[in-house]
């Protein structure tokens, strides 16, 4: 529906007056900021989140758990709000560097929950057989280790590459200028306006490439085994002489990740003259936040295992199409989402125009490949033999699905949950267009003050918002150590 509304909208220019628009100057330097901070982006939390996950579960680091914990939190942090805590502490952040440095701190935790369950998952006998060939512990990393967890790094940076193109606040609070900022600025100036959507339509496009590559990198291979391998911990690489290092870049990125910008909401709500914090809406914004939160992940997650179970269970052009499919709403900002639910809804059902149902659904277009990414790692471990068994031995279909699929993709489903809705709580742009009048979150509360420069009145709602991430964070770090997960 919002690829067909972009569509649609975007006919109302001429061709020409199309070419003419994008091949403006201007919106050549946006399409480099776009393409040049996707890049860097991705490839940045790639590394940090393979390189994070590998030193917690495969060397002798002290502290794993803790440590793990750390690398999990910035989940608990939302983009713009980091971009805040930046920006507040130092203006050297609005830059391409800078940038980069934020999207990565906020975003390398994708890779690394999927990477850390993965190496969790992985029979450690693989890598001892390596090791006892004469492999050294970078030679089994590359080789072997890697390739075995790939399926995980990919999604995890497919997810990445999908935030950073939808990403707004931070980016408007870092004023780096990109596709996205550009669409909402030309909203704000000619409201549903077709050369919007036009750049909208670019974004699906990188979407689609996105896509593209990383089912070229995924392949066909099937990863479900049966059986649980070989019982035991794994090889861990002896650090040495490298131990401290390692620790001290450990710290700097929690410092960097966490304590920034937790120590400029603290800053500012201590010290900012704007800082005024009315309870009753505090807790009025946090409820609500709460319960559109759980809601929307529940839906998200509800409607990701049909089209996970099709893509797994039955493999076809049709069925990875389908599931190609939800990915490419997710590129566009929340703006065009929104636009398009509001426009179907006046024309075709009237009566759901500014009610929660409209909202839900954005939320589930929005954050669907979430849920998607969640589920179909974990699914993709179940070995379809033990599901033809429990058929053989007289179970029905829902029998089968309750009695043996469930239980082993339990822990997707709530990893699916909690990470859409972390989502949820931190979505600014369609919230404020389709919620309905009346109705405030976090996410909004702050926003408004935010960008009105009232830092100190902002810091209360994001300290909320953090608080209120936390046991989905938790959530997720702990799935993440089980082995199964």
């Known amino acids: 529906m919002p690829l067909g509304y972009v569509i649609a909208t975007t006919a109302d220019l001429g061709r020409q007056e199309a070419v003419d628009f994008l091949w403006r100057p201007r919106i050549g330097e946006l399409l480099w900021n776009t393409v040049r901070l996707l890049v860097a982006g991705v490839a940045a939390s790639t590394v940090l989140g393979v390189a994070g996950a590998w030193v917690v579960e495969r060397t002798d680091v002290p502290l794993r758990g803790w440590w793990h914990g750390v690398l999990c939190a910035p989940l608990a942090v939302p983009a713009f709000v980091n971009g805040y805590g930046w920006v507040s502490t130092t203006h050297a952040v609005q830059s391409f560097p800078g940038a980069v440095m934020v999207v990565t701190l906020s975003y390398y935790p994708l890779v ?11 029979d450690p006998a693989v890598e001892e057989v390596a090791t006892s060939l004469g492999r050294s512990g970078w030679s089994v990393f590359v080789r072997v280790t890697l390739p075995a967890v790939s399926p995980a790094v990919l999604g995890g940076a497919l997810l990445v590459g999908l ?22 600025q030309q909203y704000a100036t000619v409201f549903n306006g077709p050369e919007a959507t036009l750049l909208a339509l670019v974004l699906v496009t990188f979407c689609l490439l996105l896509l593209g590559i990383e089912a070229l990198l995924r392949g066909h291979r099937r990863r479900a085994r049966v059986g649980s391998g070989s019982s035991g911990d794994p090889v861990r690489v002896r650090l040495g002489r490298v131990k401290v290092p390692v620790l001290l870049a450990l710290t700097a990125l929690a410092g960097w990740s966490l304590l920034v910008p937790l120590g400029a909401l603290v800053r500012w709500l201590v010290r900012g003259t704007s800082t005024t914090v009315d309870l009753g809406e505090l807790l009025s914004a946090a409820g609500t936040t709460m319960l559109l939160a759980l809601i929307g992940g529940l839906t998200a997650t509800v409607v990701a295992v049909p089209v996970v179970w099709l893509a797994v269970r039955h493999r076809g052009l049709l069925t990875t199409a389908i599931e190609r499919s939800v990915y490419t709403a997710s590129a566009m900002p929340g703006i065009v989402i929104a636009l398009a639910l509001v426009t179907v809804s006046i024309r075709v059902l009237p009566g759901l125009y500014q009610t929660v149902v409209v909202l839900l659904v954005g939320y589930t ?20 033999g033990l599901e033809d068994v429990a058929r053989n031995l007289g179970c029905s279909g829902v029998g089968v699905a309750r009695r043996v699929t469930l239980p082993l993709v339990l822990p997707g489903l709530a990893s699916a949950t909690a990470l859409v809705a972390l989502a949820v709580a931190t979505e600014l742009t369609a919230t404020l267009l389709l919620a309905p009048l009346g109705t405030d979150t976090l996410a909004t509360r702050f926003w408004s003050d935010a960008a009105a420069i009232e830092y100190g009145a902002a810091a209360p709602y994001a300290l909320a918002l953090i608080v209120l991430s936390i046991p989905s964070t938790w959530i997720l770090g702990s799935l993440s150590v089980r082995n199964g997960s």
């Open 163 to 184: 935030h950073l193109l939808a990403e707004y606040g931070a980016l408007q609070l870092l004023n780096y200028p990109t596709l996205t900022t550009a669409i909402l």
């Open 365 to 384: 277009i929005l954050f669907l490949p979430r849920a998607v990414v969640s589920v179909r790692s974990t699914f993709e471990l179940v070995p379809p």
């Open 112 to 122: 690394y929950l999927p990477t850390v369950a993965a190496l969790r998952r992985l």
